[in-house]
């Protein structure tokens, strides 16, 4: 068969344009496919039940776990029941399994309605998982969304359930999780004479690790009881470093809705220990500070009774006066400057300042309330955790488990 010129470059251009369109829609498809899969998607660890469900095949099993715990859009409790994983019995930490109770709320041992799963408490009177507790138990996993500070009482929780499990000779395993306020460390290390379910580490206010890295510096370091560590696995975050910017899915307690409270967090929670209110019984909590005083400023907010969230917050039901710091673009690290600026307000200390005991539990030492009492600068007092913070630093870089890429101190 012979074609003419003309004939020939229409089949030729014809079979360019069939390789051209497959080639592009192959590569769509593949660019889609990255997207849609999160190849490069931070995974945390629960995320990834390939890494840890033949772990738990014939097990019996206890579970740390909240309202954080999820794989996708399912509870980790109701995955694994699913999965034939026996669980017999949950623990919750402060805020409860669902995550319902406010701060320092009583949380008590009940049932799951779903599973019908004893649920025992960690928060009150037991903090501490029990020989009987722990008795029928192979292996616990311990799958809760951190916020990277050291009065964050899931990591006290951490502490006590790595005791319980070193001291009866148990597994845990942890499914760590992104921390959103993991890419610095800052604040004084807390000092022994401070210890308390606020603080139960010796470890800066902003810890800069994941979960599973500070259970292997707890580990490490022999900060358990008697020194006794415990026999740990880590199913690691997938694609993350401590550069990494991240925002958890579910709110990891009711007042910490969303990633700039969680950022603010650090340096607005010593306003606990004031007359002034930093949102609580607001929608946005940790986000505003005000006092009812018309001067203090042009946005003005009224806390309220919020079951769930805030049952009686500071100045409930007065008009505050104050900052609105929703218009912060880029929120700054840990600082005492915002606590400096509103002392400055008053007339008195003591108007200000309601419980300096429990600023010094927050803080970790009671030095940094004298310097700033005695009107020194956030750069002079910041001089007085330096040292320390530098060999913190040094200490840290052993148990990281993620790249500490751009990681500023």
């Not at 999965?83 to 409860?96: D, T, V, W, Y």
């Not at 992104?178 to 800066?204: C, E, H, K, R």
């Not at 840290?396 to 500023?408: A, F, G, M, N, S």
Request: hydrophobic fraction near 40%.
């Amino acid at each position: 068969m012979k074609f003419s010129k003309i004939t020939l470059n229409r089949v030729i251009n014809s079979a360019f344009d069939r390789i051209y369109f497959f080639s592009i829609s192959f590569l769509l498809l593949f660019f889609v496919s990255i997207q849609v899969n999160g190849s490069d998607r931070i995974l945390p660890g629960a995320d990834q039940p390939q890494e840890y469900l033949q772990l738990l095949k014939d097990k019996k099993l206890a579970l740390v776990v909240n309202q954080t715990s999820r794989i996708g859009d399912q509870h980790l409790v109701d995955f694994l029941v699913e999965n034939g994983i026996s669980i017999q019995r949950i623990f919750a930490p402060e805020h409860g399994f669902r995550g319902e109770a406010g701060a320092g709320e009583k949380v008590s041992n009940t049932q799951d309605s779903k599973t019908g799963i004893p649920i025992v408490s960690l928060y009150g009177k037991n903090r501490k998982p029990t020989v009987d507790q722990l008795e029928d138990i192979d292996l616990l996993i311990f799958d809760i969304q951190d916020v990277g500070c050291r009065f964050y009482t899931y990591i006290s929780t951490l502490h006590y359930v790595m005791e319980a499990c070193a001291e009866q000779h148990k597994r845990l395993l942890i499914l760590d999780r992104p921390n959103p306020n993991g890419d610095y460390f800052d604040g004084p290390l807390l000092q022994p004479a401070f210890t308390s379910f606020v603080g139960i580490d010796p470890i800066p206010v902003v810890h800069g690790c994941t979960i599973g890295e500070l259970a292997q510096m707890i580990n490490g370091e022999k900060w358990l009881n008697n020194g006794v560590q415990t026999e740990l696995k880590i199913i690691k975050i997938a694609n993350y470093t401590h550069a990494s910017s991240y925002e958890p899915l579910v709110k990891p307690s009711p007042n910490l809705p969303n990633l700039l409270s969680i950022r603010l967090y650090p340096s607005l929670c010593f306003f606990e220990a004031t007359s002034v209110s930093i949102g609580r019984g607001t929608q946005f909590p940790f986000q505003v500070i005000g006092y009812p005083n018309a001067t203090f400023g042009n946005f003005q907010f009224t806390p309220v009774s919020l079951p769930g969230m805030e049952l009686n917050p500071i100045q409930r039901d007065q008009i505050c006066f104050g900052d609105d710091l929703r218009e912060l673009v880029n929120p700054p690290h840990f600082t005492i400057s915002f606590f400096i600026n509103w002392l400055n307000k008053f007339k008195t200390s003591e108007e200000f300042i309601t419980r300096s005991q429990w600023f010094n539990k927050l803080m970790g030492n009671d030095l940094v309330l004298k310097l700033i009492l005695e009107g020194k600068s956030e750069a002079e007092i910041r001089k007085s955790w330096s040292e320390e913070l530098v060999r913190y630093g040094s200490m840290r870089k052993k148990y990281l488990l993620y790249p500490d890429t751009k990681l500023t101190e």
